[in-house]
C-alpha cells in the first residue's frame, strides 16, 4: 500500500482505520465533510506530516476521484443512518464504486453481518449463505451485490465484515457506544438489548489492525473477509467493566422492543433498532478459520483491558474539551 484514503475518516470504524494506517507510516488522506472535525481529528493524532485531510461531499464521485489522486486504496468507511439505509445505502456506494473505478483503486468496504440474517452455525464463515430476513439485511445483501457488479472493471473490492464493536473512537453509530460514552461520563446510560445473552463485540483498534492487513494483500481482494471479536461477552459483564472503570455507577437500562418503539417516537432511529434485536437474543459468532489460515492470528485484545482503555480515553476526550 503506497497511499490509502479513508472515506468517512472520523467516523467510528473511520478513525481507528485511520489511526492505524498514520502509526504504520502510511501516507493518508483523510476524507469527510467537515474541515473542522478532520482537523480536530488530525491534531488528536499529533499532527503527522503523512496525514492530509480532504472535504468533500461522498455521494459525489468528483470529490472523491480529486482526493483520491495518487492513492492506490480506498477505505469505503462512511455510512448512512438506519432511518436513511433503504433510500442512500446504494448511492453512497455507487458513488465511492464510480470514483475508485474511474482510478482503478482498490476498495476496502466495510460492512457488518446483517447480510448473514439468523445463524445457522456455531461459527458464521463467509460462505454462510445470506438469507437475511429483515429489512436492513436485505438492503445490506443488495449493497454487496453492487460492490461486486461487474460494471466496476478497473476497481478491485473487499467486504470486510465486524461485529458489534466498540472503542475510543466508536460513536452513536455503535450499539455500544453511547452507552460507554454515558458511563464514561457517569451518567445513566441505556444498553440497546439483552443483557444476558453473551454476544460478540470488537475492539476497533484490534479491527484496524487486521483491515489493514488485509488492505495490503492483494490476493484477499474479491472477497468477503469476517473481521471477528475477542470472544463473548454478556452487557451484564460489559457494564461491570465498564462502571468499574470510570469509578462511578449510575443505572443503566436495557431496552427492548417497546422502549426502542416508544423512543422511536421522537429518535427515528432508535425505531429502526427493532428488527435487528434478533441478534441480541441468537446473535451471530463471526469464524475466524479464514483469516487465521491465510493471514495470520487475530488480534484479540481482552475484554478487560480494551473496555477500560475506552473508558479512560472518554473521559480523557471529555477533560480536553472543557
Known sequence: MKKAIVVGATGGTGASITGELVRRGIPTVAFGRSREKLEQFKASLGNPDHLTIATGDAFRPHDVALAAEGADVLFHCANVPYNEMASKLIPLGESVMEAADRLGLKVVAIDGIYPYGRRQTDRVTEEHP?????????????????????????????????PDYYGPTANEASYLGSTLEAIAAGKMAFFIGNMRVPREFVYLPDAAFMIAELA?????????????????????????IARQASGVTKPVIPLGRGGLSLLGMAVPVMKEVVEMLYLTEEPVVLSREKYERLIGPIRATPFEEGISATIHALQRKKRLSF
Open 216 to 240: 495490503c494483500r492483494d490476493d484477499a481482494y474479491g472477497q468477503n473477509w469476517n473481521i471477528p471479536g475477542g470472544g463473548l461477552i454478556s452487557g451484564r459483564e460489559i457494564v461491570r
Open 130 to 162: 445470506k438469507q437475511p430476513h429483515t429489512k436492513k439485511g436485505k438492503v445490506r445483501l443488495a449493497y454487496e451485490k453492487m460492490l461486486f457488479d461487474e460494471r466496476w472493471s478497473r476497481a478491485k473490492v473487499m467486504i470486510v465484515r465486524l
